[in-house]
């Protein structure tokens, strides 16, 4: 088994943010929010968080880069 590695990095306007890297390769997430790169903000249980990371896991052992996520988050945070 090959470890799927992600780092909780924090920067100055995020309070936490995931990344994913697979084999020192880092692995984009298409999740809809135009933001390729990382997740920064809050889930709502850990089911969700859960699946986000079972789908990069997928997709890195298959030699991907960018993987899509099963749920589009791009309307969850509209006014």
Do not use: C
């Not at 390729?36 to 850990?46: A, G, L, P, R, Y």
């Amino acid at each position: 088994m090959i470890p799927l590695n992600m780092y909780l990095h924090s920067e100055l306007y995020d309070p936490s943010t995931a990344w994913f890297f697979f084999r020192n390769k880092h692995i984009m997430i298409d999740l809809g929010t135009g933001n390729n790169n990382k997740i920064n903000w809050v889930m709502k249980d850990k089911q969700e968080f859960i699946n986000i990371v079972e789908t990069v896991y997928r997709g890195a052992r298959k030699g991907r880069r960018l993987v899509i996520a099963r749920k589009d988050y791009s309307t969850k945070y509209r006014y």
